[in-house]
């Protein structure tokens, strides 16, 4: 076999059995999963409960419920008591004594503009607001021409924006996709690729303050050992990112009873460009990470710089706002452009808006080229690094070695004196 | 007839900025023998250990390695112990050694079988599944040394492989470097341990500063550092005897008198004369050949004069 493979499955079926890995890939979901299970359950709990509310009191000022029309409800929920006031300072003074917990006003040009305003101490739950809009359809409905289909009279417009050129609607179904995926994409993104490059700058740091690089350099040559480690944690954050497509197909799937997950769908478009994304910025990522793990002298000088690096992935989303509401604005564009924070820039414009094909293209090129360059360095730094302790290394060294040839040697001295040992 | 050559180097110099480490060595090590590097802290061993290896490249001057430059696939024929010792941590040992072991080109079946054999023959065997951080610091030194030589290299570069172990370990890997001498492979050991190269080594090359102090077959140069000497032990005026040139006390080690000869006295004479003299008893008598030790701090204190 192949030494970069045997390098590859190594780093692969290692780290794939590492605590931090498994909570990663199979923590990170469990975790989010249950955090919304018991979310809805508590809302939910909140929402259908209607004994808090058994009188509700209401003031009519425009005449709408004159001959009071009850809905129907389900057989599961007890209607509360209505309670009709004349006026609001008598039903206002009714819910200060506390006889009753809520009242509604229902003012003279309800019937032009719909207004309608709720009075209590707390919030109104969803269902009593429910109950509410029922009651007024009910009522309102019989005003209505014959004919006129109650659905219509409840939900008067359901609207369609039509996004020029992007040949992508937003529907009211598929906003939440739009504006979920990209997020749970850009996620994903941050977090399959920052656990193995950081696994892989681990690595390299542990095999230099271990000592054992000396073995491995004289085994096999560090161009393939760098490749086979980025090859092994490349195909480990596939991994990841497989489980997680597949718990969220399975969520998808099974949530599709939750109102809030109703319509959501993966686009492909989407997936076909994150996957494109993720692959180049990986190299990128892992590339730099290589470097700085062969140049760094300790795990913890390590994690200093992967938490830089990673702030530049995540840079984008501390201008979240400016993607919602102009999603070709400049930031947004430049920001698309930048080889370190593309990717989840990226995957973000494409969920919100008609991104100009020349900007993924000028952007993918950019990154291209930006990882080919730090891959390429990377790889002379590496090998020239590889056997170097102790000694801390200038930009100025580093840079010297960048321009030397690959067939510079690697480097060992500490100091002069106990390199010639 | 030559014999065949595991490594030849030709002229090889290596300097870090101003320091001169290595300062035109040349040097044979042939198939099948054990060639001792000696020379004492600094001297250039590791450097040059290292240039053979391809890890470092000499500034002038060429090295061969069985045959042709180092390539990867002839690093599959060699076994190194650097001085710095160094293994995965938190790995399990059995695993760890079955990938460095697949790095030198065996099948990982193979791998598994060479080293639960190398276990079992190195009394480590219920250690294979712990973590290489569970093992003493002995052990730990064991295992390494399996790590070298699983592959079973024509060539082994051991880079002081006795430092630090106690003396049942040190005849536990003695024992199995001679072993793979007498199978016929080839092995380079750096040491500062006179007596281990004494016992062991076929050839040794002595270098101080950089520089060849002596080379050549161990006995050999035993016999050119040889004194014209005897030791003795007993009562008498050892100065009177006739053919003595001078005396001196042996202060290291077991005493005695050292008995410097006159260029054209034999020791049987010497012993003739003792035995025929009154007031004189003798409990030791021997030819004074140095140790490798005493050559090794004449070679140091001469070229530092």
């Given at each position: 076999m192949n030494k970069t493979w045997i390098v590859a499955r190594r780093e692969y079926l290692y780290n794939l059995r590492r605590p931090a890995f498994l909570f990663a890939v199979f923590g990170v979901p469990l975790f989010t999963f249950v955090m919304w299970v018991i979310i809805f359950a508590v809302t939910a709990s909140n929402e259908e409960n209607l004994d808090s509310f058994a009188q509700v009191g209401y003031v009519d000022e425009a005449g709408v419920l004159d001959n009071l029309a009850l809905p129907e409800v389900s057989s599961d929920v007890t209607p509360p008591e209505l309670v009709a006031f004349e006026s609001e300072e008598t039903a206002r003074a009714a819910l200060d004594s506390r006889k009753i917990s809520v009242y509604f006003l229902v003012q003279p040009d309800y019937l032009s503009n719909g207004q309608l305003s709720t009075y209590s101490y707390a919030g109104i739950p969803e269902a009593l607001h429910d109950y509410i809009e029922s009651l007024m359809l009910a009522n309102v409905s019989r005003q209505?021409?014959?004919?006129?289909?109650l659905e219509r009279i409840a939900n008067p417009v359901n609207m369609t924006v039509h996004v020029a050129d992007s040949g992508r609607d937003l529907t009211e179904a598929n906003i939440p996709a739009l504006i979920l995926m990209p997020l749970v994409f850009a996620m994903i993104f941050m977090m399959a690729s920052g656990v193995t490059s950081g696994f892989l700058m681990n690595g390299v740091v542990e095999e230099k303050t271990n000592r054992i690089m000396e073995i491995l350099v004289t085994s096999i040559s560090p161009m393939q050992m760098l490749l086979g480690k980025v090859i092994g944690l490349g195909l480990l954050g596939l991994t990841q990112i497989l489980v997680w497509g597949a718990a969220i197909v399975i969520l998808l799937n099974v949530g599709q009873t939750l109102p809030l997950l109703q319509g959501i769908a993966v686009p492909v478009d989407l997936m076909v460009i994150f996957v494109i994304y993720f692959i180049f910025s990986y190299f990128l990522l892992s590339g730099l990470m290589a470097g700085i793990g062969a140049v760094v002298g300790s795990e913890q000088e390590s994690r200093q710089w992967s938490s830089i690096v990673s702030l530049l992935w995540v840079l984008p989303f501390f201008f979240i706002i400016n993607f919602l509401t102009?999603?070709?604005?400049t930031v947004p564009v430049v920001l698309t452009l930048i080889p370190f924070t593309a990717p989840t820039t990226a995957l973000l414009r494409l969920g919100f808006t008609a991104v100009p094909v020349w900007q993924i293209i000028l952007s993918l090129a950019i990154l291209l080229l930006t990882t080919a360059l730090t891959v390429w360095a990377s790889a002379r730094v590496f090998r020239w690094a590889l056997l170097r302790y102790g000694k801390r290394i200038s930009i100025r060294e580093l840079l010297s070695v960048i321009r030397k040839s690959p067939e510079a040697e690697i480097s060992l001295v500490q100091s002069a004196q106990e390199g010639a040992r | 007839m030559q014999p065949e050559k595991a490594i030849r180097v030709e002229h090889i110099s290596k300097t870090y900025g101003d320091f001169?480490?290595?300062?035109d060595l040349s040097f044979e090590v042939y198939r099948g023998e054990i060639f001792a590097m000696l020379g004492p802290n600094g001297s250039g061993k590791t450097t040059t250990m290292r240039m053979i290896l391809d890890i470092l490249k000499p500034d002038s001057g060429k090295i061969e390695v069985l045959g042709g430059t180092l390539t990867d696939t002839l690093k599959d024929r060699i076994g190194y112990l650097p001085e710095e010792r160094g293994l995965y941590r938190n790995v399990r040992v059995l695993e760890m050694m079955e990938y460095l072991a697949t790095l030198k080109g065996l099948s990982s079946g193979e791998a598994r079988k060479r080293s639960q054999a190398m276990l079992e023959r190195l009394d480590l065997a219920e250690h294979a599944?712990?973590?290489?951080?569970?093992?003493s610091k002995g052990m730990q030194q064991k295992i390494q040394f399996a790590v070298t030589v699983l592959h079973e290299p024509e060539l082994i570069i051991i880079d002081e492989p006795f430092s630090g172990l106690d003396p049942i370990n040190t005849l536990a890997l003695k024992d199995l470097v001679l072993e793979f001498r007498n199978k016929g492979h080839t092995v380079v050991m750096s040491t500062h341990q006179m007596w281990q190269v004494e016992e062991m080594a076929d050839r040794l090359l002595m270098i101080h500063q950089g520089e060849q102090q002596l080379y050549g077959p161990v006995e050999d140069i035993r016999k050119q550092y040889a004194l014209h000497a005897i030791i003795v032990e007993g009562q008498?005026?050892?100065?009177?005897?006739?053919?003595?040139e001078r005396i001196e006390t042996?202060?290291?080690?077991?005493k005695g008198t050292l008995l410097y000869l006159q260029p054209q006295t034999t020791t049987d004479e010497v012993l003739a004369a003792i035995a025929t003299t009154r007031d004189m008893s003798i409990e030791r008598f021997e030819l004074a050949v140095p140790s490798l030790h005493d050559i090794f701090i004449r070679v140091v204190e001469e070229h530092e004069k």
């Open positions: 209505a021409p014959p004919g006129t289909p102009d999603p070709n604005g | 001169r480490a290595v300062n599944k712990k973590k290489v951080s569970e093992l008498g005026n050892w100065a009177a005897l006739p053919g003595v042996v202060e290291n080690g077991r």
